[in-house]
């Protein structure tokens, strides 16, 4: 596994897990040192991740965050952000929290989990939903098997 990856952390609300579903989206393609030493901004641009103000960023918000210098400005990856930020809102509403729909999931095996998250959320890969779940301090195989 990668040195970089942050030490698992079962968040306490909504907002961490997206915060961290968005550090291993950014990650992705990127040097982790590099969102590592950034994400103190990124905690600022996003207004600390919260669910419901980041699913309703706009266009204007988009721009704002895309000339942000604080941050990686990818608007592919900002605009992926502001869509699972309403996704996690709508599980949430659905479920009661995200926790609780990852908790819906605990049937499936972690390649059907893999996929489903995936499916769901824009700009998540393999090694992405790995990095994600293993964050949140969820069940993941070793490093070895995770595409599997």
Known sequence: MPHEIPPRNKPAADSGYLEELTRSIFQ????????RDKWPNFQKAFDGFDVATVAG???PDIERLANDRGIVRNRRKIQATIQNARVIWDLGR???SFHAFLRSL???DYADRRRELEHRFRSLGPTGVFTFLWCVDEQVPAWEDRKK
């Open 28 to 35: 992705a393609g990127f040097s982790w040192p590099v969102i």
């Open 57 to 59: 960023y706009g266009e």
């Open 94 to 96: 659905e479920y009661g």
């Open 106 to 108: 605990d049937p499936l």
